[in-house]
């Protein structure tokens, strides 16, 4: 397991062990989380993309929250479907959880309309601050130990000289 990987696991178990114990940030833990976790490890992005990708989730739960706050009807999700998936093709975002995250205000049916986008902002925060400094850990570290297999464990030279 790469130091990212383990970073992401103790980062949705915090969230979520967060979301049960304080009912106010109960909308922090959402499943897609766990899929913007995987996104965002799975190929080098820019930071400009991850960035991008993080705005379009925001605007994508804020579509979602507006259009649940007039309506819960299926017309309200059709058109939450439409300039969600408008936006994504526009700005090309290519991450399809972003769409999902739309759909958050329909299942939790939160009591304001700012909840929802305030929880994924300050989810999609700390993921990115928690993936960031687990980037940095493994750029300084390294991903596996540096040693060398010649017969016996031997210390690697770099390694000797640090």
């Given at each position: 397991?790469?130091?990212?990987?383990?970073?992401?696991?103790?980062?949705?178990?915090?969230?979520?062990?967060?979301?049960?114990?304080?009912?106010?940030?109960?909308?922090?833990?959402f499943?897609?989380?766990?899929?913007?976790?995987?996104?965002?490890?799975?190929?080098?992005?820019?930071?400009?993309?991850?960035?991008?990708?993080?705005?379009?989730?925001?605007?994508?739960?804020?579509?979602?929250?507006?259009?649940?706050?007039?309506?819960?009807?299926?017309?309200?999700?059709?058109?939450?479907?439409?300039?969600?998936?408008?936006?994504?093709?526009?700005?090309?975002?290519?991450?399809?959880?972003?769409?999902?995250?739309?759909?958050?205000?329909?299942?939790?049916?939160?009591?304001?309309?700012?909840?929802t986008?305030?929880?994924?902002?300050?989810?999609?925060?700390?993921?990115?601050?928690?993936?960031?400094?687990?980037?940095?850990?493994?750029?300084?570290?390294?991903?596996?130990?540096?040693f060398?297999?010649?017969?016996?464990?031997?210390?690697s030279?770099?390694?000797?000289?640090?």
């Amino acid at each position: 397991m790469t130091i990212k990987s383990g970073a992401i696991c103790v980062y949705i178990v915090l969230v979520y062990w967060i979301s049960l114990h304080f009912p106010i940030m109960h909308t922090l833990f959402f499943p897609t989380l766990g899929a913007f976790s995987l996104l965002f490890i799975s190929k080098p992005f820019k930071k400009e993309e991850v960035g991008s990708i993080a705005i379009g989730a925001v605007t994508a739960s804020l579509i979602g929250s507006i259009c649940m706050y007039f309506s819960t009807g299926v017309l309200s999700i059709l058109l939450n479907t439409v300039a969600v998936i408008w936006l994504i093709r526009k700005f090309r975002w290519n991450a399809p959880p972003i769409l999902a995250v739309s759909f958050i205000p329909f299942f939790t049916q939160p009591a304001t309309v700012w909840i929802t986008p305030l929880s994924v902002t300050v989810s999609l925060i700390g993921l990115l601050l928690f993936l960031y400094a687990a980037d940095r850990l493994e750029r300084k570290f390294g991903a596996t130990p540096r040693f060398v297999r010649s017969g016996t464990d031997q210390e690697s030279p770099e390694r000797a000289a640090m």
